[in-house]
């Protein structure tokens, strides 16, 4: 347990190292496991229309619902990994 919460924070340090950035799907993927990994299930109400940015958000969120804290930080660090080699 202690080891994949360091690779998931040495995974949170990787991601800032990135030259190019991400499209949209592969950040919206970032984000829902990293929140997962960090604070489980979503929570609280999906944002309105007009909020469309905190709406995809919540959206890629509520995708991974039910996927224990474990398998998305493990998630999250094989998607870095998997974005450091094709975005240097």
């Known amino acids: 347990m202690a ?3 360091a690779q998931f924070e040495q ?3 990787d991601v ?3 030259s190019k950035r991400p ?3 592969d950040m919206l993927a970032l984000y829902a ?3 997962q990994g960090s604070q489980g299930d979503v929570s609280g109400s999906r944002p309105g229309m007009l909020d469309m940015v905190g709406r995809a958000k919540y959206d890629a969120w ?3 619902k039910g996927t224990s804290k474990d ?3 493990k998630k ?3 998607k870095v990994a998997a974005l450091l080699k094709s975005h240097k």
């Open 3 to 5: 080891d994949l919460k």
């Open 33 to 35: 496991l990293f929140k």
């Open 16 to 18: 800032k190292t990135l």
């Open 62 to 64: 509520a995708k991974v």
């Open 11 to 13: 995974a949170q340090s």
């Open 76 to 78: 999250y660090v094989e």
């Open 23 to 25: 499209g949209n799907d």
């Open 71 to 73: 398998e998305a930080m």
